[in-house]
């Protein structure tokens, strides 16, 4: 049984959605401060995070930063503002899915299953023989997903792994920033696609030598990316 933790500190919200994801066949655990929040996110095993962002003392992004930098489980960020600023910021530190208060039980429970599902095809089977990609100075190791540039190893969230790996295993084909959020986000019909452009951004900065004229990860005009090699 997945666990979930619902870190919000209103405790009607953090008890509806409580009660859908508990119906949904989901073990959770709710905390209503963002210290104890990220406290029991660092400590204890959790398969998904849904994180509220205005949080008092603690805010939401401060957790996300924080369990980005321990662990790669699913974090879908909760805010009742719809500025872009707070989804790109989200986005930036490593959220992998932004929701806007006043929202449906059954959509975040929808969200909820595709995260999970994605993560774990993602990393479920430790069986798999080695797959090594080297490209140019680049190796992407899709076993134990780890990326090295130029020998240097890259600390890369699991959406930059995902997103880099994908374009980089169908080299010189352009992709819309539609069919990029379809394959790695697994969510044809909810979620934003400036998380493409937000991640597209964080991945350059780490590989490559120059972010404003890249040499791997083009942007077709119009259109949406592609991997040279």
Same mark, same amino acid.
């Given at each position: /049984?997945?666990?979930?933790? #619902?870190?919000?500190?209103?405790? @009607? ?28 996110? &660092? ?10 962002? /205005? ?12 369990? +980005?930098?321990?662990?790669?489980? %699913? ?28 929202? @449906?039980? !059954? ?30 100075? #680049?190796?992407?190791? +899709?076993? !134990?997903? +780890? ?6 190893? $890259? ?11 994908? &374009? ?16 790695? *986000?697994?969510?044809? @019909? ?13 991945? +350059? ?6 972010? !404003? $004229? %890249? ?5 077709? *005009? ?8």
């Amino acid at each position: /049984m997945s666990k979930i933790l #619902i870190i919000e500190d209103e405790e @009607s919200i953090a008890e509806l959605e409580k009660d859908y994801l508990e119906l949904s066949g989901f073990d959770v655990i709710v905390c209503n401060t963002g210290e104890v929040g990220l406290k029991t996110a &660092l400590e204890e095993e959790i398969d998904l995070i849904i994180l509220d962002i /205005m949080l008092p003392v603690m805010d939401g992004f401060e957790i996300c930063k924080k369990v +980005r930098e321990k662990k790669d489980i %699913p974090i879908i960020l909760v805010s009742a503002k719809k500025e872009d600023i707070d989804k790109i910021r989200g986005f930036g530190i490593g959220a992998d899915d932004y929701i806007t208060k006043p929202f @449906s039980p !059954s959509e975040l429970v929808a969200r909820v299953k595709a995260h999970l599902a994605r993560y774990e095809r993602l990393v479920g089977s430790k069986e798999a023989a080695n797959e090594v990609y080297e490209i140019r100075g #680049i190796k992407i190791d +899709r076993t !134990s997903r +780890r990326v090295f540039v130029n020998g240097e190893e $890259k600390a890369f969230t699991t959406k930059e792994f995902d997103l880099l790996y994908f &374009l980089a295993k169908n080299p010189n084909r352009v992709f819309t920033k539609e069919e990029i959020f379809s394959n790695i *986000w697994d969510l044809e @019909s909810v979620g934003d696609i400036a998380t493409v452009t937000v991640h597209i951004k964080k991945i +350059r900065e780490k590989i490559e030598f120059n972010p !404003s $004229k %890249p040499q791997y990860i083009e942007t077709i *005009w119009g259109i949406g990316y592609r991997f040279k090699i």
